[in-house]
């Protein structure tokens, strides 16, 4: 557990001392447009994907 949570705790707390609130800002940026890359690919193009 330790090996698989740690270089994301480790740079998560490397980001925060370094970039404070802008670190914070892209992170969330980041994730709502991963989220939404999956909703769109998931919802409206269904028929590109093929698994």
């Keep these: ?5 740690l270089p994301f ?3 998560f707390f490397i980001g925060i001392t ?4 802008s670190f914070l800002t892209f992170l969330v940026f980041f994730a709502f447009l991963v989220v939404g890359w999956f909703f769109c ?3 409206y193009f269904k028929n590109l994907i093929h698994v």
Excluded: E, H, K, R
């Design 1 to 5: 557990m330790i090996q698989s949570c």
């Design 41 to 43: 690919g998931t919802n």
């Design 9 to 11: 705790v480790l740079l």
């Design 18 to 21: 370094f970039g404070g609130a």
